[in-house]
């Protein structure tokens, strides 16, 4: 089946000195291509600075926003409790034994000390990614499989789990946004199970980069002796160009949204999501070094093909296998390499439409825009609602 997907590339350059994105140590990721050291933002930590803009922005309603937690099982009791008035005792024994039901793997048994703490007893033995909406629903179809239950004296409990588990299906839980765009994995129910629609890489760096390190001192105002109450040093980056990239799966994406969200605005989601995308970075260490930049250059793809096969989407990360000399001029020439990639990889994929924005400091070379079907942008926005239009009509 041929879907239609958005390959989106960016360029942004961080010159000031950066942490956003540091390992357990306080070290600026690194990886190493031949001899050459570069710096790398992982994806979690940029996805997650898109969907904390995308859910501020308010356009998804609060039955759409979803949480990665371990602490759902509360949620269900309090709805419980809420909506059907259940004794608090009673919901959270249901909550518990309804949620096992339907998310966790009947093999795998708590310790036995968990088990007899109050706070670890709510907990699920793994995080999981649920919306308030399904919140809700898994409340309504416990307090229903509850009363199915009664009408059979003496078997409430084990009929109560076969009652919920037949009245709970994927296509009944309105999963939530994150849900839609990362996807989630149940092994114990494979039926929850949802397929991502947006993939991610790690940004990383084009060109060489060096650790360098901040010594800083805390002055102690209320010391009565001379010099510093606090000594200590971090490692930070600086003077990057970092390449980004993410796929979309539109046609998936679109189908999930006007299945369980009718009511949505598709176009105005589309152009938060697109925006939010492309401004997204790490917040790592923002109050100590705030760097944050827009993007230097966009190009965004509307291609046509089957996932994995014919026409598929593909990152443009080898563009930059080679390091780019990390002077005045690099984002110019990572620009080049954009370009040339691009020129490759429509002898692969099945390019639509292209579309590219690049920002008032840098350029184009006219001679690497010959026999080249991107359309240029002066403006980011023309660019995202052109996007927008394309693959919503």
């Given at each position: 089946?041929?879907?239609?997907?958005?390959?989106?590339?960016?360029?942004?350059?961080?010159?000031?000195?950066?942490?956003?994105?540091?390992?357990?140590?306080?070290?600026?990721?690194?990886?190493?291509?031949?001899?050459?050291?570069?710096?790398?933002?992982?994806?979690?930590?940029?996805?997650?600075?898109?969907?904390?803009?995308?859910?501020?922005?308010?356009?998804?309603?609060?039955?759409?926003?979803?949480?990665?937690?371990?602490?759902?099982?509360?949620?269900?009791?309090?709805?419980?409790?809420?909506?059907?008035?259940?004794?608090?005792?009673?919901?959270?024994?249901?909550?518990?034994?309804?949620?096992?039901?339907?998310?966790?793997?009947?093999?795998?048994?708590?310790?036995?000390e968990?088990?007899k703490?109050?706070?670890?007893?709510?907990q699920?033995?793994?995080?999981?990614?649920?919306?308030?909406?399904?919140?809700?629903?898994?409340?309504?179809?416990?307090?229903?499989?509850?009363?199915?239950?009664?009408?059979?004296?003496?078997?409430?409990?084990?009929?109560?789990?076969?009652?919920?588990?037949?009245?709970?299906?994927?296509?009944?839980?309105?999963?939530?946004?994150?849900?839609?765009?990362?996807?989630?994995?149940?092994?114990?129910?494979?039926?929850?199970?949802?397929?991502?629609?947006?993939?991610?890489?790690?940004?990383?760096?084009?060109s060489?980069?060096?650790?360098?390190?901040?010594?800083?001192?805390?002055?102690?105002?209320?010391?009565?002796?001379?010099?510093?109450?606090?000594?200590?040093?971090?490692?930070?980056?600086?003077g990057?160009?970092?390449?980004?990239?993410?796929v979309w799966?539109?046609?998936?994406?679109?189908?999930?949204?006007?299945?369980?969200?009718?009511?949505?605005?598709?176009?105005?989601?589309?152009?938060?999501?697109?925006?939010?995308?492309?401004?997204?970075?790490?917040?790592?260490?923002i109050?100590s070094?705030?760097?944050?930049?827009?993007?230097?250059?966009?190009?965004?793809?509307?291609?046509?093909?089957?996932d994995?096969?014919?026409?598929?989407?593909?990152?443009?990360?080898?563009?930059?296998?080679?390091?780019?000399?990390?002077?005045?001029?690099?984002?110019?020439?990572?620009?080049?390499?954009?370009?040339?990639?691009y020129?490759?990889?429509?002898?692969?994929?099945?390019?639509?439409?292209?579309?590219?924005?690049?920002?008032?400091?840098?350029?184009?070379?006219?001679?690497?825009?010959?026999?080249?079907?991107?359309?240029?942008?002066?403006?980011?926005?023309?660019?995202?609602?052109?996007?927008?239009?394309?693959?919503?009509?």
């Amino acid at each position: 089946m041929n879907n239609i997907y958005l390959e989106i590339h960016e360029l942004h350059e961080v010159m000031s000195p950066s942490a956003m994105n540091c390992d357990d140590v306080g070290n600026p990721k690194s990886f190493t291509v031949g001899k050459n050291s570069r710096f790398y933002f992982s994806s979690q930590s940029w996805s997650r600075s898109f969907i904390d803009r995308v859910i501020e922005s308010g356009i998804i309603n609060s039955d759409c926003v979803d949480y990665g937690s371990r602490h759902h099982i509360s949620g269900i009791k309090k709805e419980l409790i809420d909506k059907f008035e259940w004794e608090e005792k009673e919901a959270e024994k249901f909550a518990i034994d309804g949620y096992k039901c339907i998310f966790e793997d009947k093999k795998k048994k708590k310790d036995k000390e968990d088990e007899k703490d109050d706070n670890k007893k709510m907990q699920s033995s793994a995080m999981s990614l649920i919306s308030n909406g399904e919140i809700k629903i898994i409340a309504e179809r416990i307090n229903d499989a509850f009363l199915e239950s009664q009408k059979e004296k003496g078997k409430t409990n084990n009929n109560f789990k076969t009652i919920l588990k037949r009245m709970i299906s994927k296509r009944d839980l309105p999963i939530g946004i994150q849900t839609m765009l990362f996807g989630r994995m149940f092994a114990s129910n494979p039926d929850l199970t949802v397929s991502a629609t947006m993939r991610k890489g790690h940004m990383f760096s084009i060109s060489k980069c060096d650790k360098n390190t901040d010594a800083f001192t805390a002055f102690d105002r209320l010391s009565e002796g001379q010099g510093s109450g606090h000594l200590d040093s971090k490692s930070f980056s600086a003077g990057l160009c970092m390449y980004k990239n993410g796929v979309w799966d539109v046609s998936s994406l679109l189908n999930k949204i006007k299945f369980l969200y009718p009511d949505f605005d598709i176009k105005k989601l589309l152009r938060i999501l697109i925006k939010e995308n492309l401004s997204a970075l790490p917040n790592g260490k923002i109050n100590s070094y705030f760097s944050k930049t827009p993007p230097a250059c966009v190009l965004i793809n509307i291609v046509q093909g089957d996932d994995g096969g014919g026409g598929a989407p593909y990152s443009y990360g080898d563009a930059f296998s080679k390091s780019i000399e990390n002077d005045n001029n690099r984002v110019n020439n990572a620009i080049k390499q954009i370009i040339k990639k691009y020129k490759n990889n429509c002898q692969w994929s099945n390019y639509l439409s292209s579309f590219m924005w690049v920002g008032n400091d840098y350029m184009i070379d006219n001679d690497d825009m010959k026999n080249c079907k991107i359309k240029l942008f002066d403006n980011i926005n023309d660019l995202i609602e052109k996007v927008v239009d394309n693959i919503s009509s």
